[in-house]
């Protein structure tokens, strides 16, 4: 069984900046892709940014140019590092992980972690 814990979400100011982090843990699997997701009270759940295998990412609109997102594969950890967040960034942000076990793909989510931008 694999668990993603995510930490690093909390109160920030406009302009300011957060990283999170996600840390997968178990045996016996080979991750394929990791990722971070928003939901914001009253919205459907949100790609925010992806990261595969060999390091291809792909980020939302929203957030191109602001937010950054990075792996260590030896820790199997993803990093969300958000810079220039707005009020608009508040959401909980969900870590998600599609994961290769015994030629099957799993695909895992975080439990999430509160981000709130003040104005």
């Known amino acids: 069984q694999l668990q993603l814990v995510e930490s690093g979400g909390g109160l920030v100011q406009a302009g300011g900046s957060l990283r999170l982090s996600c840390a997968a843990s178990g045996s016996g699997f080979s991750i394929r892709a990791m990722g971070w997701y928003r939901q914001a009270p009253g919205k459907q759940r949100e790609l925010v940014a992806r990261?595969?295998?060999?390091?291809?990412?792909n980020y939302a609109d929203s957030v191109q140019d602001r937010f950054t997102i990075s792996r260590d594969s030896a820790k199997n950890t993803v990093y969300l590092q958000m810079n220039g967040l707005n009020p608009e960034d508040t959401a909980i942000y969900y870590c998600?992980?599609?994961?290769?076990?015994?030629?099957?793909?799993?695909?895992?989510w975080g439990q999430g972690t509160q981000v709130t931008v003040s104005s």
């Open positions: 990261i595969i295998t060999g390091g291809s990412t």
């Open positions: 998600d992980a599609d994961v290769l076990f015994r030629s099957v793909t799993f695909h895992y």
